[in-house]
């Protein structure tokens, strides 16, 4: 059995891969406080809720955003699962070209959706993560990560309008019946919602206008992309677990 962890700066996700098939996924918040016993004991026991034991894992692959949990979360791994880990990091083979100035910017979930999306539905591609930010990398055919947008996320941009102003609340995120809102938390969603659909929209045909890749495909993922993703005809796919595929994908390719 395969182990995937994803550390974000909200959330973690991991999963559970018996060959190609997702056999569990789980998703806990992003805290620094937490001990190496207690992000092993997690581990374990959600394995165990699923009817799996942590005696079976053969192999964890680790990718990280937060470096100040890494090396918790890693002695965690060590103590209770396993220490035969693949941490994505430089010299790890993706099958992808980072041609841009600095690869050593790119985060390691970038690196790995766009490992996923390359790898499952080809190029050119533009992924699409609606995370903590939003960002967008574009991938060509022959599989080199070319360009990336960097914008606020869907949930920042709502939590930080809530708290920078001194009486609109912090809103549930979701789409209200009409953009032509009449009270408060309506006009808000209303504003977050067709103001990210929007954005969406625009940065997708301006990459496909300065590229010039016409039949550019799109995939999103990321929680609140569904929200999206309903809402514009411009996303071809939507695929929740798209990290956790690109997960399994990097430990197949560097299996030897």
């Not at 789980?26 to 004991?41: H, L, V």
């Not at 591609?125 to 947008?149: C, K, P, R």
């Not at 996320?153 to 009449?182: F, M, R, Y």
Request: aromatic share 8%.
């Amino acid at each position: 059995m395969l182990l995937v962890i994803d550390i974000g700066n909200t959330n973690i996700t991991i999963g559970a891969f018996k060959g190609e098939e997702l056999s569990g996924s789980w998703r806990m918040t992003t805290k620094f406080q937490r001990t190496s016993d207690e992000y092993g004991i997690f581990v374990c026991e959600a394995l165990k809720y699923k009817g799996m034991d942590a005696k079976d894992v053969d192999a964890v692959v680790f990718a990280s955003v937060v470096p100040n949990m890494n090396y918790s979360f890693l002695n965690g791994l060590k103590k209770y699962i396993t220490d035969n880990i693949l941490i994505v990091g430089p010299g790890i083979k993706t099958g992808i070209k980072l041609a841009v100035e600095n690869p050593k910017e790119i985060g390691a979930d970038r690196i790995v959706d766009a490992v996923a999306a390359y790898g499952i539905y080809g190029g050119p591609i533009l992924v699409i993560d609606f995370g903590t930010a939003t960002t967008y990398d574009l991938i060509t055919e022959d599989g080199s990560f070319i360009a990336g947008i960097t914008c606020p996320g869907i949930k920042l941009s709502a939590n930080a309008l809530g708290q920078g102003t001194a009486k609109l609340p912090v809103i549930e995120i979701k789409k209200p019946d009409s953009i032509l809102a009449k009270e408060t938390i309506s006009s808000i969603q209303a504003g977050i919602v067709y103001g990210h659909i929007g954005q969406t929209e625009y940065i997708i045909k301006k990459v496909i206008e300065e590229s010039g890749f016409g039949k550019l495909k799109v995939v999103a993922t990321g929680g609140l992309g569904k929200v999206i993703v309903d809402e514009t005809r411009y996303i071809h796919h939507y695929d929740s677990m798209l990290t956790l595929k690109g997960l399994r994908i990097l430990y197949e390719k560097n299996l030897k």
